[in-house]
């Protein structure tokens, strides 16, 4: 049971590229996220999906897209890529059983996509 | 906004307890949690806990929530050197989940 998988696990990108990052879950879950980890600040949630067929800003949306593809895909991409976006990027799915969005329930993280951006 | 914070390193001996602290300012908390992150891989949910409880044990872990505080903490028997990782406290509300930056613990022989 793969449960959360992400591609790619490294990228080193230039300044202005794009890339889309992929995320793909087997669990049946609703709930997608992106999250971004930088040293000292935890997890900052980037975009989410709270179900197929939508999709909504987190906290740091900026210089981000996204697409809920089907129920087992959410990608992100990057338009044109900054340095400030070096970070390890994060997917995560939670089942939506209760709340408005889901987002209160245990989420399962895939194993994150170091991105360098020079 | 609201808040989750937490130490950012503690060091223990193998063998010993360890006991990670957590504050939050969210006074609408439904869901408390720890995640564990090992080197080069994503988070794993160790436990959770709702904000109705004040205690959750599961083998080796104790969660301890003192809700008129906004504190909550994870304690660790017996701690092993497999233990060593980063560990991020959460909360969330109908709405939104919030992390602390993470502890990492590192386990000494």
């Known amino acids: 049971n793969a449960g959360v998988t992400q591609t790619p696990k490294f990228q080193v990108l230039k300044t202005g590229q794009s890339m889309t990052l992929q995320c793909a879950q087997d669990?049946?879950?609703?709930?997608m996220y992106w999250y971004r980890q930088d040293p000292g600040m935890g997890l900052r949630l980037i975009y989410y999906?709270?179900?197929?067929?939508?999709?909504d800003k987190g906290e740091v949306p900026n210089g981000y897209n996204v697409s809920r593809l089907n129920k087992r895909e959410f990608s992100l991409r990057l338009e044109s890529a900054a340095p400030s976006q070096t970070s390890v990027y994060f997917c995560?799915?939670?089942?939506?059983?209760?709340?408005?969005?889901?987002?209160?329930?245990?989420?399962?993280f895939g194993d994150g996509t170091r991105l360098s951006i020079l | 906004g609201e808040d989750v914070e937490q130490s950012l390193f503690l060091s223990v001996r193998e063998g010993d307890s360890s006991v990670i602290n957590c504050t939050y300012t969210?006074?609408?908390?439904?869901?408390l949690y720890w995640y564990k992150q090992e080197p080069g891989a994503g988070l794993q949910l160790l436990t959770y806990?709702?904000?109705?409880?004040d205690m959750k044990q599961d083998q080796r872990l104790t969660v301890l929530l003192n809700k008129k505080d906004k504190h909550l903490s994870l304690r660790i028997a017996d701690t092993q050197t497999g233990d060593s990782a980063i560990y991020f406290c959460?909360?969330?509300?109908?709405?939104?989940?919030?992390f602390g930056a993470g502890t990492r613990l590192t386990v000494k022989p």
């Open positions: 995560a799915s939670s089942p939506r059983i209760s709340g408005p969005y889901g987002r209160n329930q245990p989420q399962h």
């Open positions: 669990m049946n879950h609703n709930s």
């Open positions: 999906s709270a179900s197929e067929g939508t999709t």
């Open positions: 969210d006074s609408s908390s439904t869901y």
């Open positions: 806990i709702f904000s109705n409880m």
């Open positions: 959460a909360e969330s509300n109908d709405n939104d989940m919030r």
